[in-house]
């Protein structure tokens, strides 16, 4: 089975601009979960989505948005760059949402804001 | 908000030797994860702890779940090299989101 896969594996972007990512999960997977990883900060959930709804949100402002597509594949985008949005952002599937099954990481998407 | 402790930070261990991280949440927890980051790469699911007082063994390494539900442990035993990497808790306390620690990261000197 092919493990979660995110495009691109690195970006750079400039401040004021904005990006997209994408992941997609494991076959079979409906849930999708977006974090942040920074050194400072570790880990720090950004959003789930399951079945093409957002079911829990973290506590990052409105720049960063995603959505969930009927094959269960998730974009985030954030707008508006910022120098501190410079990251490692990481998805994460699992099978389902609502109780804490294993989640599966993707390689991640290393963004760095200039 | 939940919040989740981890201790310590960072341990350098020659090989051969034990090694302990800690996990405490400031809410009693539903369940725990521990996942494993080696350097450059992501986390990776390692072990899931629900009941209170849980032990699970995995070859080297021994997870515990404590008695209140509020804190948890990663014991490996005679490590190697190969056990590098940042070793992250993971809670839920009801039907939140999982909180992640912020990791141990462990050097393994041979």
């Known amino acids: 089975k092919a493990g979660v896969t995110q495009t691109p594996r690195y970006l750079i972007k400039t401040r004021g601009q904005q990006v997209t990512l994408s992941c997609s999960p494991i076959?079979?997977?409906?849930?999708v979960s977006w974090y942040q990883q920074t050194p400072g900060q570790g880990l720090q959930f950004l959003f789930e989505?399951?079945?093409?709804?957002?079911?829990n949100k973290g506590n990052f402002p409105g720049r960063f948005s995603g959505r969930q597509f009927s094959n269960s594949r998730s974009e985030m985008n954030v707008s508006t760059l910022e120098l501190g949005d410079s990251a490692l952002y990481l998805c994460?599937?699992?099978?389902?949402?609502?109780?804490?099954?294993?989640?599966?990481f993707g390689p991640g998407t290393r963004l760095t804001v200039t | 908000g939940q919040q989740v402790m981890q201790i310590p930070q960072y341990q350098h261990v020659q090989e051969g030797e034990d090694f302990t991280t800690y996990c405490n949440s400031s809410?009693?927890?539903?369940?725990i994860q521990w996942y494993k980051q080696r350097p450059g790469g992501h986390p990776v699911f390692l072990i899931q702890?629900?009941?209170?007082?849980e032990v699970k063994k995995q070859k080297r390494l021994t997870f515990q779940f404590g008695e209140a539900k509020k804190n948890s442990s990663l014991h490996i035993t005679a490590t190697q090299t190969t056990d590098v990497g940042t070793y992250f808790c993971?809670?839920?306390?009801?039907?939140?989101?999982?909180?992640f620690g912020k990791g141990t990261m462990l050097l393994v000197s041979p």
């Open positions: 994460a599937s699992s099978l389902f949402s609502g109780q804490p099954y294993e989640q599966y």
């Open positions: 076959s079979g997977h409906r849930s």
């Open positions: 989505y399951f079945s093409e709804t957002q079911r």
């Open positions: 809410t009693t927890l539903s369940n």
């Open positions: 702890l629900v009941k209170s007082g």
């Open positions: 993971a809670g839920t306390a009801g039907y939140s989101t999982l909180t």
